[in-house]
T-cell receptor, first 110, second 117 residues
Framework: EDQVTQSPEALRLQEGESSSLNCSYT??????LFWYRQDPGKGPEFLFT???AGEEKEKERLKATLTKKESFLHITAPKPEDSATYLC???????????FGKGITLSVRP | DAGVTQSPTHLIKTRGQQVTLRCSPI?????VSWYQQVLGQGPQFIFQ???????GRGNFPDRFSARQFPNYSSELNVNALLLGDSALYLC????????????????FGDGTRLSIL
C-alpha cells in the first residue's frame, strides 16, 4: 500500500529563518508527486508537480526537490503570509487517486 | 477563469439522513475526484470520475456514491449518515484521467463542511 509521511508535524519559524519540510514516500511506482498549500477553511492550493528523481521546481520563496524516496520543500526567508499547512501527495496511477500525507503546519512569526 | 466550485459551503444534518454535495469543475476539465478530510489529516480519496465513468474508488462504504453529468459536473451522495461522516468534503478536477496521466495536478475547491448531529 502506498504510504506518505511528512515531517515535522508542525514547524515554527521566525521571519527570514529558512528551513525545509520533508515528505518521504513508499510506493510501487511513482507517476507524480505533488505539493499543496492549504489555508484554514480552504481547499488545497496546487504548488508543484515533480515526477523524476533530481527534478527541482521553484516559485517565489519555495523550492521543491525530489529523490527516489523523498521530497523536500525548501522555504527561503519565509514571511508571515507563508503560514499554512503544506500537504504532499503521490499518484501511482493505481485506482486513479492521490495519496496524501497528514500535512505540516508552518507558522512564521514576524 | 473560475476555479472548482462546490455547494453548499456548509451543511448540518442528523444521523440517518441523506446528503447530496455538488461540484463544478474548471472549464475544460473532464475528471472530477472526491476526497474526505477530517481535522488534522490529509484528504482521503473517495472517487474519481472521468468522462462520466467511475475510474477509481477508495476504501469507503457503499453508503457513499457519486456520479458525473454530461457537462462534467458531479454529485456525491452519502446515505444513512453517521457521526463519523462529519468532515470537509473536497472536490478536485483535472484535465485528464488520473490513472492514465499521473503527473497532472488536481485543482481543489474550498469544500463542503458537513456536520452530523
Amino acid at each position: 500500500e502506498d504510504q506518505v509521511t511528512q515531517s515535522p508535524e508542525a514547524l515554527r519559524l521566525q521571519e527570514g529563518e529558512s528551513s525545509s519540510l520533508n515528505c518521504s514516500y513508499t510506493v510501487s511506482g511513482l507517476r507524480g508527486l505533488f505539493w499543496y498549500r492549504q489555508d484554514p477553511g480552504k481547499g488545497p492550493e496546487f504548488l508543484f508537480t515533480l515526477y523524476s528523481a533530481g527534478e527541482e521546481k521553484e516559485k517565489e520563496r519555495l523550492k521543491a526537490t525530489l529523490t527516489k524516496k523523498e521530497s523536500f520543500l525548501h522555504i527561503t526567508a519565509p514571511k508571515p503570509e507563508d503560514s499554512a499547512t503544506y500537504l504532499c501527495a503521490v499518484n501511482t496511477g493505481a485506482n486513479s487517486k492521490l495519496t496524501f500525507g497528514k500535512g505540516i503546519t508552518l507558522s512564521v512569526r514576524p | 477563469d473560475a476555479g472548482v466550485t462546490q455547494s453548499p459551503t456548509h451543511l448540518i444534518k442528523t444521523r440517518g439522513q441523506q446528503v447530496t454535495l455538488r461540484c463544478s469543475p474548471i472549464s475544460g476539465h473532464k475528471s472530477v475526484s472526491w476526497y474526505q478530510q477530517v481535522l488534522g489529516q490529509g484528504p482521503q480519496f473517495i472517487f474519481q470520475y472521468y468522462e462520466k465513468e467511475e475510474r477509481g474508488r477508495g476504501n469507503f462504504p457503499d453508503r457513499f456514491s457519486a456520479r458525473q453529468f454530461p457537462n462534467y459536473s458531479s454529485e456525491l451522495n452519502v446515505n444513512a449518515l453517521l457521526l463519523g461522516d462529519s468532515a470537509l468534503y473536497l472536490c478536485a478536477s483535472s484535465s485528464g484521467d488520473m490513472g492514465a496521466l499521473g503527473n497532472q495536478p488536481q485543482h481543489f475547491g474550498d469544500g463542503t463542511r458537513l456536520s452530523i448531529l
